[in-house]
């Protein structure tokens, strides 16, 4: 039932705390109070409000919406006018199914009415009322069998009594014998209507005092919650002073509810005045307090309310869910069915506990992800990635530690695309920073010329991109780690170093910073790239330390806790945008599969708007698959591990293929690699391969490439 409102503490959903802001005082416009008496009114003075008039107080007009909340805007009553028939609908089909149970239910109430309706009526047909009489005269005779007078009396009441149970008794199997002639002879529809008319009675009369005939529509409440119990709540976290009694002690003040949101309960509540505590100290008891409402903490949402919306440092907002909101299928992303996306819009990310939708605004953003394996924190990072496939004039520069299937669909797009942490791809990730560094001072050297007609603030534009060619810079590196640990310390400060200007600088001039690693702690990922970026996002981790590590020192203590998620809490993280600002996000859902499809669709708007550029333009395979020729999977893994060196050993193209794919490359041996390889038409011009000074086994890329039909060759300028 809950779903007929959508806005509204009098309808019974969802809540604004704009609608629930306490009046504020009426601004006076008089600027010296002291001078009122003497000073004349100013122009344009109201004299309602000067204080020297003794009605101001009385004429202030309410600062109070004239109108309940759900009724403030076309949107809400539309909103709760459509929950109305959606919940009129479904309770129609609801009872519509079960009909013939109440048609049954009916039957047997009306059978208990009419036997209550004739144990009722037989004391009027069988006339006790001169029944009654005629004992009490039967009784008198007895005693006095002499009085020929009284005994009179007793012969005509017995004739009375028989003479009414005649009457009586054949009134009624008349008129129940008219009404069942009447019946049978009447219409089909009249006779439903007379065993309705008929029915109807009897069953109401058949109820009993705990008969339920409608089945209950709405699930019981998992969560009840009443104002009495979140004080309780409070008191025994700690948060409440205790009195004499519960009764006598300090309460806090509920500014809404608690009333049903949703699929829970929520409430505001502002902590009382002289108990020391604050709406921080609410949000660290949040484990306490959950366990004190019986519920898990994960179920519990709070945050505090600010001043902008009414709010004060003793305000809190809570949410308490009926059971986990963060469990079921998950939602699929929006980008799946999109054609087209502008990277300035905010990007639709995922729905927080209540199914509300959360988007991320990435322009003059650096992005964070961090969480532990096989949590979803991939899939949350390539959804912003996602975004910019589908907007022509945005350039991906992408690096993946790891070396995974998960970014490889992004080489038919990538400007620049470097996969694994070995040697080669180590000094391409170094080239490619080197390039990101060279581009942003160009740009910046651009915008500085510019007039301020046409660059007013000495940042990037739509028009600008547009009249320029200065295509948004996104720049995705997953698996920070992993570089990291395998450079040198010389050239992990210089990749460091050279990423902190990136992430700080590099928004004016449109580059965003999309960053995702494992646990970050200082040998990893250190904290002097961490504490710049602007966005952060974490799955779960193993304690609140680790939480802080990727969302911000103390955020854990302000309620923004990864660690509290479970391992059933895949693609849902923590999502931190600004210093007091954090929720839980159940992401959207975008698999591989669907993530390679926007992959190919990002390279047909590019081709149409002149925009694919660097590695993807020259990717022989990505061209292949956009051509819809098969290149065998061999040749395009094989090419996709020797995307940064020109030659490379036996040994290390069998090892990055096992990367690739275990699955497929995990018993592979050299001779089935070269068998695999002559199958699929590559000829070798050479066995042996020099590297660094050192002869061995090995593949020239260039052998691999020309086994790839000629025209998707052309196709690329090789």
């Given amino acids: 039932m809950t779903e007929l409102a959508v806005e509204g503490a009098d309808m019974g959903t969802l809540h604004h705390l704009d609608d629930h802001r306490p009046g504020t005082p009426p601004v006076s416009l008089v600027k010296d109070p002291s001078d009122t008496e003497t000073a004349p009114a100013a122009a344009g003075e109201e004299a309602v409000d000067r204080a020297d008039n003794p009605l101001a107080d009385w004429l202030t007009v309410p600062d109070a919406p004239v109108l309940p909340a759900w009724a403030r805007s076309a949107t809400s009553i539309k909103a709760n006018a459509t929950a109305l028939v959606r919940l009129s609908w479904w309770h129609a089909r609801y009872h519509g199914i079960r009909t013939p149970k109440y048609l049954v239910k009916t039957v047997l109430l009306a059978a208990r009415g009419f036997f209550r309706a004739t144990v009722g009526l037989w004391p009027t047909l069988s006339a006790q009322d001169h029944s009654a009489t005629v004992k009490a005269l039967r009784a008198q005779s007895k005693a006095r069998p002499e009085d020929v007078e009284l005994a009179t009396r007793l012969q005509m009441a017995h004739a009375e009594r028989t003479r009414t149970r005649r009457w009586r008794f054949g009134a009624a199997a008349v008129g129940v014998a008219a009404a069942a002639i009447g019946i049978a002879l009447a219409d089909p529809m009249l006779q439903t209507g007379i065993a309705g008319a008929v029915v109807t009675p009897l069953a109401y009369l058949g109820r009993g005092k705990d008969t339920q005939f409608l089945d209950q529509g709405a699930p019981p409440l998992r969560v009840d919650m009443s104002a009495q119990q979140l004080n309780d709540a409070l008191r025994a976290a700690g948060l409440l002073k205790s009195g004499k009694g519960d009764e006598e002690g300090p309460r806090v003040s509920c500014s809404m509810g608690p009333v049903r949101d949703g699929r829970g309960w929520a409430v505001i509540f502002d902590?009382?005045?002289?108990?020391?505590?604050?709406?921080?100290?609410?949000?660290?008891?949040?484990?306490?307090?959950?366990?004190?409402?019986?519920?898990?903490?994960?179920?519990?949402?709070?945050?505090?309310?600010r001043a902008a919306k009414g709010g004060n440092a003793g305000r809190v907002s809570m949410w308490v869910a009926d059971d986990d909101p963060y469990l079921g299928t998950p939602n699929p992303s929006p980008l799946e069915k999109a054609e087209r996306f502008s990277i300035w819009e905010p990007v639709p990310f995922g729905q927080d506990a209540r199914g509300v939708r959360v988007e991320i605004p990435v322009m003059w953003q650096s992005m964070f992800f961090g969480g532990l394996p096989r949590r979803g924190k991939t899939f949350s990072q390539r959804l912003l990635t996602a975004a910019g496939l589908l907007d022509a004039f945005v350039r991906h520069y992408v690096a993946d530690g790891k070396g995974g299937a998960d970014w490889m669909p992004m080489k038919a797009v990538a400007h620049r695309l470097v996969m694994g942490a070995e040697d080669d791809a180590i000094e391409a990730l170094k080239a490619m920073l080197a390039e990101l560094l060279t581009e942003m001072e160009r740009r910046f050297a651009l915008l500085r010329d510019l007039p301020t007609s046409v660059c007013p603030e000495g940042k990037l534009t739509p028009d600008i991109v547009a009249k320029y060619n200065l295509p948004v810079i996104f720049v995705t590196i997953d698996e920070l780690q992993e570089y990291f640990t395998a450079m040198e310390k010389e050239d992990r400060e210089q990749v460091i170093n050279d990423l902190c200007r990136i992430a700080r600088r590099g928004p004016a001039a449109g580059f965003i910073s999309n960053f995702a690693s494992q646990r970050p702690d200082a040998e990893s990922v250190p904290a002097k790239l961490r504490e710049i970026i602007t966005i952060r996002y974490s799955t779960q981790v193993v304690d609140r330390t680790s939480s802080d590590m990727v969302l911000g020192k103390g955020k854990a203590a302000q309620g923004a806790d990864a660690s509290v998620l479970s391992e059933d809490h895949k693609g849902v993280g923590v999502l931190v945008t600004g210093p007091a600002s954090y929720v839980t996000v159940r992401a959207d859902y975008l698999d591989g599969p669907t993530f390679a499809g926007l992959c190919r669709k990002g390279r047909v708007l590019r081709e149409q708007a002149g925009q694919l550029t660097g590695e993807a333009a020259g990717d022989v395979t990505a061209a292949a698959d956009a051509a819809g020729v098969t290149v065998p999977a061999i040749v395009s893994d094989a090419l996709e591990v020797m995307r940064h060196s020109p030659r490379m050993f036996t040994t290390d193209l069998l090892n990055g293929l096992v990367n690739l794919d275990e699955d497929v490359y995990g018993d592979f041996n050299a001779e089935q690699l070269a068998a695999e390889l002559e199958a699929a038409g590559v000829k070798r011009t050479s066995k042996q391969v020099k590297i660094s000074g050192s002869n061995g086994a090995g593949y020239q890329r260039r052998d691999?490439?020309?086994?790839?039909?000629?025209?998707?060759?052309?196709?690329t300028g090789r």
């Fill in 271 to 305: 902590l009382p005045r002289g108990g020391g505590k604050t709406a921080s100290d609410v949000l660290a008891k949040r484990e306490v307090i959950a366990q004190e409402l019986g519920v898990d903490e994960i179920q519990v949402i709070m945050s505090r309310v």
């Fill in 704 to 715: 691999i490439e020309a086994a790839v039909p000629a025209e998707i060759l052309l196709s």
